[in-house]
């Protein structure tokens, strides 16, 4: 059974900074390409990043690049979502997922979401 559980979400200042983690069991983690979601209130939920099973190739949407940082860590099976320069239009749940692949990022496992909250 494929578990996801997100953590470090929180309340945080624009132009702060917030480091998600996604904890992952239950399959091969290595193997998979990894990403972010997130879906503010009363919205569709939308792709922020995603990261190869390797580590080795990364994409963001545009209005996260350079502010968002995905990554990894095989060994502890953690994938990272690192969020920089927070601005009020970041709130959102974000969710981890495992993707199809990072050419085509939809998600076939997801975590439950972890809330984060940017104050102006």
């Known amino acids: 059974q494929v578990q996801l559980v997100e953590s470090g979400g929180g309340l945080v200042q624009a132009g702060g900074s917030l480091r998600l983690s996604c904890a992952a069991s239950?399959?091969?983690?290595?193997?998979?390409?990894m990403g972010w979601f997130r879906q503010a209130p009363g919205k569709e939920r939308e792709f922020v990043a995603a990261?190869?099973?390797?580590?080795?190739?990364?994409i963001y949407t545009d209005s996260v690049k350079g502010r968002f940082t995905i990554s990894r860590d095989n060994v502890k099976n953690t994938v990272y979502l690192q969020m920089n320069s927070l601005k009020p239009e970041d709130t959102a749940v974000y969710y981890c997922?495992?993707?199809?692949?990072?050419?085509?990022?939809?998600?076939?496992?997801w975590g439950q979401g972890t809330q984060v909250t940017v104050s102006s």
């Open positions: 990261i190869t099973w390797s580590g080795g190739r990364t």
């Open positions: 239950g399959r091969t983690f290595s193997n998979d390409d």
């Open positions: 997922a495992v993707v199809a692949s990072i050419h085509s990022p939809r998600g076939v496992y």
